[in-house]
C-alpha cells in the first residue's frame, strides 16, 4: 500500500515541493517504508510506500510517463498475469516491476480505458503534463482512498484527509451535511467527505482537475454477459472457480500464513475454507478468527440470530488440518474506549463502535502473530451467496412471471422476505409516490430484510453497484494497516467474481427452488452442513451493552459536554441522548428498539461528537 500526494499551483504560488513534502509526512504512518517525490515548476506529486507485496521492494516511487508526465499510484493488481501477457511484457522485465509500474504501462497503452482491464484495489493520481490536468482515479469498490480540493488557483490531492490539510489553504472543519447523512444511516453519496472543502473520488470514479474547475464520472460499469452453461453442475463449478482465483490473487504477499475472520456464515467461512485448500500444498497455514461472546455470557440473542459463533466456526476448522482457530473473546471493553484511537487512524467517524472492538482486537492478535494480510468476507452476499432478491422489481417490470414466481416462492419458503417485502420490493418502485406511500400506511413496512423499493429506471447491476459501495470503508482498511500492520482484503469483491454472480440466471441462482441455491451447491465441497444447514445467522458482538453499561458515567458525562459544543447541539438530539443515558435498560438487549437505540442512536451519536471535537480542537 500507499499513501499518495500531490498539488498543483495554478496561481503560479511557489513552494509546491515544499508543501508536497508536508502532505507526505502527514502520511508517514501509512507509509513507512519509503518516499518518493517529484517536482515541476506548479506541480509537485510524490507517496510512501507501506511494503506488503513482493514486488514493492521495486516500486520506483513517482513514474515518469512517456508524455512528460508522471504518475504515482496505492495499488494491488489482482490479475497482474493477464495484464503482463496483454501489455506484451517480457517475464524477465516484468518480474522487476511493482504493480504501479505495471499500472503505468497500462495507462501509457489504453489512457482512461484501462480500467477496463484492472482487477484488483487502486487510487492513482497522474500529472497529464501534454494536456495540463490532473486525473485521478479509484478501484470499482472503493478500497483505496483518495481525497482533493480545489479552490482559488489550488488543486490538491491525498490519500487521506490529514494530508490535505497541512495545506494553509484547508482548514480543519467538519462537514455537517455529511455528518447528518451518516447519523441517519443514509449512503455516502457524492464526493463529500466528512470535511468542508476536502472531496473524494468516489469508488469507481474518475476525477479530472484543469484550469477551469473539475469534473467526475463513474468509469466503471459491470460487464453482464447471458450466460448459458450446460446445466446446475456447470454454474456450480465457474462460481467455485472465480472464488478460487479471487482468493488465490488476494493471497499474494501474505507469506507462509495467512489470518481470515471465520464467522458461522456462509461467507467468510468460504474465504477461510477456499485459502486453506490453496495453501495446502504449499505448507502454508490459515489462522482463523473468531469473535465470540466473553466466557460464561448468558445473554440473549436477537430472534433469529446467535451470539457465539465459535462452535460453527469450530466445524470448519475441523475440516482443514491447516487451519488454526483463535476465538477473541469479548472482556466487556467500553466501545468508547477506542474511539479516539479509531478515529485519529482513519480520519472520520467510527461508522460501528461495537464492531470495532473485536475488530481491533483480532488485529492486535494477528499482528502479535507476525500476520500481514488479513482475508475478510463482508460483502460475499452482493456476490458469492446472492439471494437474487433485487432482481424481483426487473423480472416483474418485464412481466417474466414464471421466473419472479419461481424466486418468490423461494424467498417465501426460506424465509428470507415476507410476501408483504417481496410485493413491495416488486412493485412499490413502479408506483407513483402518493399510492406508495398510502399502502405503506395500509400495510405497514415491508420486513426490514426485504430490499428497498427501486429507483425509477435503476437496473439490477445498478442496485448491486450501490449497495456495495453504500459505505465507503476504504478509510478503515487504511487505518488498520497503519496501526497494527494489517492489509486487511475482501477477495469476495474480485469484480471477476461480482460481475459472474450478476451474469448467472436467476433460475440458477435459486437452484433446487432455495435461496442461495448456486452457492449451497458450490461450497458444498468446502463448508459443513452446520454452516450450510443453520436456521439462524450470527450475531457479533452480542455482549457489547456489558461494556458500555460499566461506562455509564462516561457516556453521561460525554453528552454533557457535547450540549455545550454548538455543532454537535445543531445535529444532535441532546434530550433524547440524555434520556438514553438516564433510562438505562434493566435488561431485554435483545430487543429491536432497545438495539436501536443505543447500538445504533446513542453510539453512533457519541461516536460523531468525538470527531467534532477531535476536529474541532484541531485549528485552536
Avoid at 508536508?22 to 510512501?48: C, D, F, K, N
Avoid at 466473553?294 to 445473554?299: E, V
Avoid at 469479548?330 to 487512524?345: H, K, T, V
Wanted: contains cysteine; glycine residues 10%.
Amino acid at each position: 500500500m500507499s499513501a499518495l500526494a500531490g498539488l498543483w499551483r495554478q496561481d503560479g504560488a511557489p513552494g509546491a515541493d515544499a508543501d508536497c513534502a508536508r502532505m507526505l509526512t502527514a502520511q508517514a504512518v501509512y507509509g513507512p517504508h519509503a518516499q518518493s517525490q517529484w517536482a515541476g515548476s506548479e506541480v509537485a506529486i510524490g507517496r510512501r510506500l507501506f511494503r506488503r507485496l513482493p514486488e514493492d521492494h521495486h516500486d520506483l516511487g513517482v513514474i515518469a510517463l512517456g508524455d512528460g508526465g508522471r504518475m504515482v499510484a496505492d495499488t494491488r493488481l489482482d490479475n497482474r498475469p493477464e495484464l503482463e501477457r496483454t501489455l506484451g511484457l517480457e517475464p524477465g522485465r516484468a518480474l522487476g516491476m511493482a504493480d504501479a509500474s505495471i499500472l503505468a504501462a497500462a495507462w501509457s497503452r489504453w489512457g482512461e480505458a484501462c480500467f477496463d482491464q484492472l482487477v484488483g484495489d487502486y487510487a492513482m493520481a497522474v500529472w497529464d503534463a501534454p494536456r495540463r490536468r490532473l486525473v485521478l482515479a479509484r478501484d470499482p469498490f472503493g478500497h483505496r482512498p483518495l481525497h482533493f480540493h480545489h479552490a482559488r488557483g489550488l488543486a490538491a490531492f491525498a490519500s487521506m484527509p490529514r494530508g490535505l490539510h497541512t495545506l494553509a489553504e484547508i482548514p480543519i472543519s467538519p462537514d455537517e451535511t455529511r455528518l447528518a447523512a451518516f447519523l441517519a444511516l443514509r449512503p455516502e453519496e457524492g464526493p463529500g467527505s466528512f470535511f468542508e472543502g476536502v472531496e473524494r473520488v468516489e469508488p469507481g470514479g474518475l476525477v479530472v482537475i484543469d484550469r477551469h474547475g473539475w469534473t467526475a464520472r463513474r468509469h466503471y460499469a459491470p460487464r453482464i454477459r447471458h450466460l448459458r452453461l450446460s446445466g446446475p453442475a456447470e454454474y456450480a463449478e465457474a462460481l467455485r472457480e472465480r472464488l478460487d482465483t479471487a482468493v488465490a490473487a488476494q493471497l499474494r504477499g501474505a507469506g507462509p500464513d495467512v489470518a481470515t475472520h471465520l464467522s458461522s456464515g456462509w461467507d467468510s467461512a468460504a474465504v477461510a475454507a477456499t485459502a486453506a485448500r490453496l495453501m495446502g500444498p504449499r505448507d502454508g497455514r490459515v489462522v482463523a478468527f473468531t469473535s465470540a461472546p466473553r466466557a460464561g455470557y448468558d445473554g440473549v440473542a436477537p430472534m433469529g440470530r446467535h451470539g457465539d459463533e465459535s462452535l460453527a466456526a469450530a466445524d470448519v476448522v475441523a475440516l482443514y488440518p491447516n487451519m488454526d482457530h483463535v476465538v477473541i473473546r469479548g472482556d466487556s471493553r467500553s466501545p468508547l474506549e477506542d474511539l479516539d484511537r479509531d478515529m485519529a487512524f482513519c480520519g472520520r467517524p467510527v461508522l460501528n463502535p461495537c464492531n470495532h472492538v473485536w475488530f481491533n482486537d483480532i488485529n492486535r492478535v494477528a499482528q502479535a502473530r507476525g500476520l500481514s494480510v488479513l482475508l475478510t468476507g463482508d460483502f460475499g452476499n452482493l456476490g458469492l451467496t446472492d439471494e437474487g432478491l433485487d432482481a424481483l422489481p426487473d423480472l416483474a417490470a418485464a412481466g417474466d412471471w414464471p421466473r419472479w414466481s419461481l424466486l418468490a416462492r423461494a424467498a417465501a419458503r426460506s424465509g428470507a422476505a415476507r410476501w408483504r417485502g417481496i410485493l413491495a420490493a416488486s412493485f412499490e418502485g413502479a408506483l407513483p409516490p402518493a399510492l406508495s406511500a398510502a399502502l405503506r400506511r395500509a400495510f405497514g413496512r415491508p420486513a426490514a430484510n426485504s430490499p428497498p423499493p427501486p429507483r425509477p429506471g435503476e437496473t439490477r447491476a445498478d442496485r448491486r453497484l450501490a449497495a456495495l459501495t453504500r459505505m465507503d470503508l476504504s478509510l478503515y482498511t487504511k487505518g488498520a494497516l497503519a496501526r497494527f500492520g494489517v492489509d486487511v482484503r475482501d477477495p469476495l469483491t474480485d469484480r471477476r467474481l461480482i460481475e459472474f454472480c450478476l451474469s448467472v440466471p436467476i433460475e440458477h441462482l435459486t437452484a433446487d427452488g432455495r435461496i442461495k441455491g448456486l452457492a449451497r451447491r458450490a461450497l458444498a465441497d468446502r463448508l459443513p452442513l452446520s454452516i450450510l444447514d443453520a436456521r439462524t445467522r450470527g450475531y457479533q458482538a452480542v455482549d457489547w451493552h456489558e461494556g458500555l453499561g460499566a461506562d455509564r458515567t462516561t457516556v453521561a458525562r460525554e453528552v454533557e459536554r457535547l450540549a455545550a459544543l454548538p455543532a454537535a447541539a445543531r445535529l444532535l438530539d441532546i434530550e433524547r441522548l440524555r434520556d438514553l443515558a438516564n433510562r438505562w435498560p434493566e435488561g431485554g438487549w435483545e430487543r429491536d428498539e432497545v438495539l436501536d437505540a443505543y447500538r445504533v442512536t446513542l453510539l453512533r451519536a457519541l461516536a460523531v461528537g468525538r470527531f467534532l471535537t477531535h476536529t474541532l480542537r484541531a485549528n485552536d
